[in-house]
């Protein structure tokens, strides 16, 4: 074609990098070939490496099954003319499920995954974000998952059933206690950098406060986050830096706030013995910060003579074990499941022998895992899980003979789901 | 498939190089052509089909306009308004059928059901490009193309065959017959293309998480909206502007040269220069196929003013099946006819700083218009921009926000204005140190953009569904 049209003086502004490259392209042999060399490397050796590398299928730091080698059609018995006649021939490329399966497969087989999740980590704290992924980076490298989207409705969806059920459960004798634990943003408020807006963490808090104000049962509140914040403001670990959890010391005072509560003497300090039992323990907020310079969490367990005279029944499959402890979960990423061996419905822990001892219904998320070798000191349990038992609780009550309920949550559980709603079963 | 995805990165992109630059360069095309199709088939097969018509119906009528134009021109032209009614329809058709269907049944007696087709991904950007083929041979501007493998790579070309650019035929008939990769080529396309990856997946997909997280916000102040429509902006900018880097950087890798599409739009003074520096290619097609057809600037100022007002009418429903992209387009003819007649004359006396802060006001709210397809929404937001319906002026969670968000928002500044790049423009070609430096640099930013993609899941293309 003629070069007679004469372009644009703007496109010549645009394109004088391309010129100017054009014109020095003499020069800069050597770097273009490095740039050039280290590009396709890079693009070919991981391309290959995912497809070499043998797939895993369960990541256990994200606890969830991982994809493996896609496939182009579905499985089908028969001849290929049956299978084309069945319209299932290449029907998953067809479907667009193919390349959905592929995008899911190089982001999650991706190599050294963990190394990426890293950079990326570094590069957000690099550009001072403060936060990556909605874990901000808070003071004394504590890690803070952030809560502000919490929205309050379910709050007061799970008050009312706890309150219905304590209503329910007071014509039968038996008193309940509402315990609500602070998520480790609210505990380490201090650690949290300057201007953070912390009003939005106040919200679910104050429409607890104003639920309780107003409720009509004979229900305990106890409000568990002030004592604890008031001890990590004096610099106790009270919370891990890296979990969403609360320490094993702060499962201690927590435990010793609730007997308080029931005018009965907790246990002191020096009853038991704190054996060390994990210095590598990398929690959920460590898993999704990407920020892997963050030193791993202590783990801890307060022993006490004879506690491990006790017997630990899952009766979700059945199982059950001696003491509170289940150590093969020191070995893995999610160490904090070593405490009754981690979620299930329904759990019972009750101490070796014929002697009777009161008997306690815990209504609990995670945050009474570590609380149960306290609670334990004095009461035989029966633990559930809200968010997957789906039984009548007041029944459970009443065929175990508890004598006494405690429903313990911490405020994330509270807000992010109205499992509590469950308690209503059986009681209407 | 998308350019920011693992998946185009490591696999696609190697395979295609290496049996691009293995085979014989007859071959090429062919190849170019199989790696389109394959490309433009990802996820969702079924318009590869319509895809083939198209490229078939169009060699077809570009090889008869080639063969009458000179003898029997009647004919050629009656071929040629075919071709532009046929691809005129069909984009029609997928695009604007719904949207036609919705307006007439809110007439009486009129009931039209709807279709609710998925829109052929690019569809209003390859129109345009095929079109512009027979287009080009009927005017003389380009040759007829006898090979319609040749015909059929220009058209499904991978790297523009999504969002564009928009490749003009006469802009790449010699490239498609004969062209020269050179490693030199290759290196300035790889380092365009990085460039492009690191705008659409550092810069962009956090500036739209920001904006996504403003326009969720149920307690968003006055300051916040402001901000988050800021971010908007910078979105569209980077989204936009980093696929067209990325698509022609992968043509200059194969020895193609695509005109550029973006030149820093935000400096400009004026909303004509504005629409000179944003999506360049769009503006020159409807220049070359509307404007200047209908007579341009000729015919006089009361011809200019409707051949004006057609190119952004038809400019804003280019853009989607909407309302509001009518609205957008609209005004900004509305505000360049108004600098045309008198403004541009006056703006001369005011200060640049002025002259910028007002163009960058109009463009601001430009991008409102764009943005909001549901006229209540806007309305909405608009209003806790002035305070109606917003949770006071501002909030703490808005200072903790812009306080940690300064350096991200300096680093979209120094990439939005040339400057900087001069500078490095001008380190690169006198110093070797620099260009080494530069190359080592280029692949760290893929290995972060790698690790961006590796953690992310937030990861939209803007321009998608035009």
């Known amino acids: 074609m003629d070069q007679k049209k004469k372009k644009p003086s703007l496109q010549d502004e645009t394109d004088a990098w391309v010129v100017m490259q054009i014109k020095i392209a003499d020069k800069t042999k050597g770097s273009d070939r490095l740039g050039i060399g280290l590009f396709l490397a890079m693009i070919a050796i991981f391309g290959a490496l995912i497809l070499i590398l043998p797939d895993k299928t369960f990541s256990e730091q994200e606890n969830r099954v991982l994809q493996t080698a896609p496939k182009l059609q579905s499985n089908f018995e028969g001849s290929f003319a049956e299978r084309v006649k069945a319209g299932k021939f290449l029907d998953r490329y067809f479907s667009g499920d193919f390349a959905e399966d592929v995008s899911d497969y190089y982001a999650d087989q991706f190599p050294a995954r963990d190394v990426f999740v890293g950079i990326k980590g570094a590069f957000e704290i690099a550009m001072l974000k403060g936060e990556n992924n909605d874990v901000v980076l808070g003071k004394n490298q504590y890690l803070l998952t952030r809560m502000d989207k919490a929205a309050t409705e379910n709050i007061e969806k799970n008050f009312d059933a706890a309150s219905a059920f304590a209503a329910y459960m007071e014509t039968e004798g038996v008193p309940v206690t509402f315990a609500a634990a602070g998520r480790v943003i609210d505990v380490m408020r201090g650690s949290l950098p300057a201007l953070f807006p912390v009003d939005t963490l106040d919200k679910p808090w104050d429409a607890l406060t104003a639920l309780c104000e107003t409720d009509g049962s004979s229900m305990e509140m106890l409000n568990l986050l002030v004592p604890l914040r008031a001890h990590a403001d004096r610099g106790e670990d009270v919370m891990y830096r890296t979990d969403h959890h609360w320490t094993t010391y702060g499962a201690y005072l927590a435990y010793t706030e609730i007997m308080k509560a029931w005018d009965v003497e907790p246990a002191a300090k020096d009853a038991f013995t704190v054996e060390t039992v994990s210095n590598a323990f990398y929690g959920?907020?460590?898993?999704?910060?990407?920020?892997?310079?963050?030193?791993?969490?202590?783990?801890?367990?307060?022993?006490?003579?004879?506690?491990?005279?006790?017997?630990?029944?899952?009766?979700?499959?059945?199982?059950?074990?001696?003491?509170?402890?289940?150590?093969?979960?020191?070995?893995?990423?999610?160490?904090?499941?070593?405490?009754?061996?981690?979620?299930?419905?329904?759990?019972t822990v009750e101490r070796n022998g014929d002697e009777p001892r009161e008997r306690l219904m815990l209504i609990k998320d995670s945050f009474g895992h570590s609380l149960v070798p306290f609670l334990a000191y004095h009461y035989d349990l029966e633990i559930v899980d809200m968010r997957y038992?789906?039984?009548?609780?007041?029944?459970?009550?009443?065929?175990?003979?508890?004598?006494r309920v405690l429903i313990l949550n911490n405020m994330d559980s509270l807000t992010s789901a109205a499992s509590l709603g469950m308690l209503r079963m059986g009681i209407e | 498939m998308l350019f920011s995805s693992l998946e185009f990165l490591f696999a696609y992109l190697p395979v295609t190089l290496l049996v691009y630059f293995l085979s014989p360069v007859k071959f090429r095309n062919l190849w170019l052509l199989l790696v389109s199709l394959f490309f433009y088939g990802w996820g969702e097969p079924k318009y590869v089909f319509l895809?083939?018509?198209?490229?078939?119906?169009?060699?077809?009528?570009?090889?008869?306009?080639?063969?009458?134009?000179?003898?029997?021109?009647?004919?050629?032209?009656?071929?040629?308004?075919?071709?532009?009614?046929?691809?005129?329809?069909?984009?029609?058709?997928?695009?604007?059928?719904?949207?036609?269907?919705?307006?007439?049944?809110?007439?009486?007696?009129?009931?039209?059901?709807?279709?609710?087709?998925?829109?052929?991904?690019?569809?209003?950007?390859?129109?345009?490009?095929?079109?512009?083929?027979?287009?080009?041979?009927?005017?003389?501007?380009?040759?007829?193309?006898?090979?319609?493998?040749?015909?059929?790579?220009?058209?499904?070309?991978?790297?523009?065959?999504?969002?564009?650019?928009?490749?003009?035929?006469?802009?790449?008939?010699?490239?498609?017959?004969?062209?020269?990769?050179?490693?030199?080529?290759?290196?300035?396309?790889?380092?365009?293309?990085?460039?492009?990856?690191?705008?659409?997946?550092?810069?962009?997909?956090?500036?739209?998480?920001?904006?996504?997280?403003?326009?969720?916000?149920p307690n968003r102040t006055v300051v916040g909206s402001w901000i988050g429509m800021l971010f908007y902006c910078f979105q569209i900018y980077f989204d936009f502007s980093g696929y067209s880097d990325m698509a022609i950087g992968l043509g200059k890798m194969f020895g193609f040269r695509f005109l550029e599409n973006f030149c820093y739009p935000y400096i400009s003074q004026s909303i004509t220069e504005f629409w000179r520096r944003w999506h360049i290619s769009l503006g020159t097609w409807f220049r070359e196929y509307v404007y200047i057809p209908l007579g341009g600037n000729r015919g006089g100022k009361w011809k200019m003013y409707r051949n004006l007002f057609a190119v952004w009418f038809l400019?804003?429903?280019?853009?989607?099946?909407?309302?509001?992209?009518?609205?957008?387009?609209?005004?900004?003819?509305?505000?360049?006819?108004?600098?045309?007649?008198?403004?541009?004359?006056?703006?001369?006396?005011?200060?640049?700083?002025?002259?910028?802060?007002?163009?960058?006001?109009?463009?601001?709210?430009?991008?409102?218009?764009?943005?909001?397809?549901?006229?209540?929404?806007?309305?909405?937001?608009?209003?806790?921009?002035?305070?109606?319906?917003?949770?006071?002026?501002?909030?703490?969670?808005?200072?903790?926000?812009?306080?940690?968000?300064?350096?991200?928002?300096?680093?979209?500044?120094?990439?939005?204005?040339?400057?900087?790049?001069r500078l490095f423009y001008k380190l690169y070609e006198n110093h070797r140190a620099a260009r080494y430096a530069a190359a080592v640099g280029g692949i760290c930013v893929v290995v972060l953009a790698t690790a961006y993609l590796v953690d992310s899941s937030f990861n939209p293309f803007l321009y998608f569904r035009f």
């Open chain 2, 315 to 421: 400019t804003g429903f280019w853009h989607g099946a909407n309302w509001n992209f009518i609205l957008w387009g609209l005004y900004y003819f509305v505000l360049l006819v108004v600098e045309k007649t008198f403004l541009l004359e006056k703006m001369k006396s005011w200060p640049a700083a002025f002259r910028h802060i007002y163009t960058l006001f109009f463009v601001y709210f430009g991008w409102m218009i764009f943005y909001f397809e549901n006229m209540n929404e806007g309305a909405a937001y608009l209003g806790t921009m002035f305070g109606v319906g917003a949770a006071g002026l501002i909030s703490m969670a808005d200072l903790y926000a812009i306080l940690h968000r300064l350096v991200f928002v300096a680093i979209l500044v120094v990439a939005s204005i040339p400057q900087p790049r």
């Open chain 1, 389 to 403: 038992y789906k039984k009548s609780v007041a029944e459970l009550v009443r065929e175990t003979g508890c004598s």
């Open chain 1, 284 to 347: 959920t907020a460590w898993r999704n910060a990407g920020m892997k310079w963050i030193a791993p969490d202590t783990m801890e367990y307060y022993r006490y003579p004879g506690d491990e005279d006790y017997t630990t029944t899952i009766h979700d499959n059945n199982t059950s074990f001696a003491g509170f402890y289940d150590r093969s979960f020191l070995e893995v990423t999610d160490q904090y499941s070593s405490f009754i061996s981690g979620n299930h419905a329904y759990v």
């Open chain 2, 51 to 217: 895809m083939i018509f198209t490229i078939l119906f169009d060699y077809v009528c570009g090889y008869f306009v080639g063969k009458y134009r000179e003898d029997k021109p009647g004919r050629a032209k009656v071929i040629l308004i075919v071709s532009v009614i046929v691809n005129l329809g069909l984009l029609g058709f997928f695009k604007y059928y719904d949207f036609f269907a919705q307006n007439l049944s809110r007439l009486p007696f009129i009931d039209i059901p709807t279709l609710n087709l998925t829109l052929p991904i690019g569809i209003s950007f390859y129109t345009f490009q095929i079109m512009s083929y027979v287009i080009d041979v009927y005017r003389g501007d380009a040759h007829v193309q006898k090979n319609p493998i040749v015909v059929g790579a220009y058209v499904t070309l991978f790297p523009q065959l999504i969002a564009g650019p928009i490749v003009r035929y006469q802009d790449v008939d010699d490239q498609l017959r004969k062209r020269h990769e050179s490693t030199a080529m290759f290196a300035i396309g790889m380092r365009t293309f990085v460039a492009g990856l690191a705008k659409k997946v550092i810069f962009a997909n956090a500036a739209g998480a920001l904006w996504s997280e403003a326009l969720a916000d």
